[in-house]
């Protein structure tokens, strides 16, 4: 396997992402943009290589189940949703607008492709291990992949389902934590500080890594090496940066859920574009 080509053909696969995030949110002019931003090349990486699923088959009983327990970051696994053939692109157009399929968090009874419900933080946990523990009662051979935030960590049910799953040796299970060491109103050191999360995980009895969150390729590496460890659930702590790749929301303590004006979504949106032709020619060359 070629490892560098691999990355390349991910980068394109989380630019296209990104750019579609950004051209969803820019109809309504606010948005979680933050969270969203930060767990795009996580998403490639799942929907670009390594979670198994059927676009035409949503509902395919052995597929992979994804649980976005940060379910305020819906748009972008929307986009990537859309990118992968579940639905048309002019469906994204309903994002936030009621009566619509794409609420601001993820619903399960609204939009094709997701398989859990979320946004109350620290629940999801627990509905990926129901979603795991039913696989391996059905004898289905599958995987359940679940995106908690940082800041999420700060909940206890998050830990409750954690030594659940160490003690069921639940190896069907991978999570994600985006560490992006900001939540809702602030900096997770400030508001409650977490310390070294991957090494909390460990303790729990969970096979743990740490890898650059915006490097798809090695999260993919991380999602295969995870799949070699039997008999534990697997953490990979993703290193990321809140709004990555949205200029108006890097670097902004403000930017869980931000304003945002046509000027500067419409800048953000050529930005992305740009770099979304950068990585195709990379990728074209290899």
Known sequence: ??????????????EGIRLVTLQTFAHIGFGHVGGAMSIVEALAALYGS???CDPKNPNW??????????????????????????????????????????????????TIGIDMTTGSLGQGISTAIGLALGSRLN???????????????????VWEGAMFA????????????????????????????????????KAFGWHTQTVDGHDPGKIKEAIID??????????IILDTVKGYGCYFAENVTSNHHMNF?????EKAVEIASEKLEEVRELAKKG
């Not at 396997?1 to 989380?14: E, F, Q, W």
């Not at 009983?61 to 002019?90: I, Q, W």
């Not at 799949?227 to 953490?235: D, F």
């Open 1 to 14: 396997m070629n490892i560098d080509k691999d990355t390349r053909d991910l980068r394109v696969v989380a």
């Open 50 to 52: 390594e979670l198994n």
């Open 61 to 110: 009983e052995e597929r992979d189940r994804l649980v976005m327990s940060k379910g305020h970051a819906g748009p972008a696994l929307y986009a990537t949703l859309c990118l992968r053939g579940f639905f048309n692109k002019d469906v994204l157009l309903q994002l936030n607008q009621g009566g619509g399929s794409l609420p601001s968090h993820c619903d399960m009874q609204k």
């Open 139 to 157: 004898n289905i051979d599958n995987h359940t992949y679940l995106i908690l935030g940082d800041g999420e960590c700060n909940e206890g049910q």
């Open 166 to 201: 160490a003690h069921h040796k639940m190896d069907n299970l991978i999570a994600f934590v985006d560490w992006n060491k900001q939540q809702l109103d602030g900096y997770t050191k400030d508001i409650l500080d977490m310390g070294d999360i991957g090494e909390k995980f």
């Open 226 to 235: 995870a799949k070699k460890n039997p008999n534990v659930p697997s953490a």
């Open 261 to 265: 004006t046509k000027d500067e979504i």
